[in-house]
């Protein structure tokens, strides 16, 4: 039935914080596979709160971008670093990019679409080309990322895209936008 677990599928949770009324999307520590009446235990499950500019709503016109690779300036990314997807100046997607959890190692960032719900307006249309920004852990710092290919978005889309990289600029700056003229 559509909707449902089978078997082999890894669920996925969320946590209620009654203080907020909000839903976060969780970590848990084991992927067990599910099974018709099986009980598997986890440890523990993992809050996973987006980083600030990263912050968006679920919509009924899911996209998925995956990433074979993703690195800043040549280094891989760290599974404390976290990966946003943009309409202009709205983020209308994010993962956390731990690769341990992801299938394969290939990670998705999830690209929501204008649905015609008030808390999806400037979300992505068909055509449009998501942008993606970075947000690195360690230096608690925000950049710009650069997609090895532009696909544009549609409903249902699941579009798979080998880099998405942080470059300096010719300033030196990581994600910058300043770059010699030809």
């Given at each position: 039935t559509e909707g449902y677990m089978m078997t082999g599928d890894v669920p996925t949770f969320?946590?209620?914080?009654a203080s907020?009324?909000?839903?976060h999307d969780a970590t848990a520590s084991d992927n067990i596979p599910w099974t018709n009446m099986g009980m598997p235990f986890i440890d523990s499950l993992e809050n996973l709160v987006a980083p600030t500019l990263f912050s968006f709503e679920t919509s009924t016109?899911?996209?998925?971008?995956?990433?074979?690779?993703?690195?800043i300036d040549g280094t891989e990314l760290s599974p404390d670093d976290w990966v946003g997807a943009f309409?202009?100046?709205?983020?209308?997607?994010?993962?956390?990019?731990?690769?341990?959890?992801?299938?394969?190692?290939?990670?998705?960032?999830?690209?929501?679409?204008e649905d015609n719900y008030d808390w999806t307006a400037g979300y992505m249309q068909s055509g449009d080309?998501?942008?993606?920004?970075?947000f690195d852990y360690s230096e608690n710092d925000y950049y710009d990322a650069v997609a090895s290919e532009?696909?544009?978005?549609?409903?249902?889309g699941m579009?798979?895209?080998?880099?998405?990289n942080v470059f300096p600029d010719c300033s030196g700056d990581l994600g910058g936008t300043a770059w010699e003229s030809d």
């Open positions: 969320k946590i209620f914080d907020e009324g909000e839903y016109l899911p996209a998925a971008y995956f990433f074979t690779s993703a690195t309409n202009g100046e709205v983020c209308v997607g994010a993962r956390k990019w731990d690769t341990s959890q992801c299938s394969n190692g290939v990670c998705d960032v999830p690209v929501m679409g080309i998501p942008t993606f920004m970075v532009n696909i544009p978005w549609e409903n249902l579009n798979i895209i080998d880099d998405l």
